[in-house]
C-alpha cells in the first residue's frame, strides 16, 4: 500500500493482481465443482430421458456440461475487470466478495436453469412412453 501526499491509500497494482488471481482461483474451483456435480448427478436424468440410451445420454451431458464451463468462464473473464482498484488489504476482500458472489449467483441461475431442463427432459420422456399393459391371463 502507498500514502499519497494527504495520507490516502493509493491502489497497487501488486494488491490488484493478487484480487484477480485470487478471484480466478475461487470462481474457478466454485464452477468446477458445480460443473462436476452436475455432471454425475444429471446423467440418470439423462438416461431416463432417452429411454434407456446411455450412449446418447452421456453425449448430450458432456455437450452440457462444455456449454456450462464456457458460459461460465466467459462470464467470469468478462467480469473480471474493475473500474476500481483495491488500495488496501479490506478493498481486496470487498471487492472479492463482490465478484465472487455475483459468480456464485450466476452459477446458481445456471444450475436452475439446468434443473428445469432436466426436469423437461424426464416428464416429456415419461409422457411419451406406451402404457405398460397388464400381463395376459
Do not use: C
Request: proline share 5%; net charge neutral; glycine share 8%.
Amino acid at each position: 500500500m502507498f500514502l499519497a501526499a494527504d495520507s490516502t491509500p493509493v491502489a497497487s497494482d501488486s494488491l490488484t493482481y493478487l484480487e484477480y488471481g485470487v478471484y480466478l482461483l475461487l470462481s474457478l474451483g466454485v464452477t468446477i465443482w458445480v460443473g462436476r456435480t452436475l455432471f454425475r448427478s444429471g446423467r440418470p436424468f439423462l438416461v431416463e430421458a432417452f429411454h434407456g440410451n446411455e450412449t446418447m445420454a452421456d453425449s448430450v451431458n458432456n455437450l452440457l456440461i462444455i456449454g456450462f464451463y464456457l458460459v461460465n468462464v466467459g462470464f467470469m473473464l468478462l467480469f473480471l475487470s474493475s473500474k476500481q482498484h483495491p488500495a488496501t488489504g479490506i478493498d481486496v476482500i470487498e471487492h472479492l466478495s463482490k465478484s465472487v458472489g455475483v459468480v456464485v449467483v450466476v452459477l446458481g441461475v445456471m444450475h436452475f436453469i439446468n434443473l428445469v431442463v432436466l426436469n423437461a427432459l424426464r416428464t416429456g420422456a415419461q409422457a411419451s412412453r406406451p402404457p405398460v399393459l397388464p400381463p395376459r391371463a
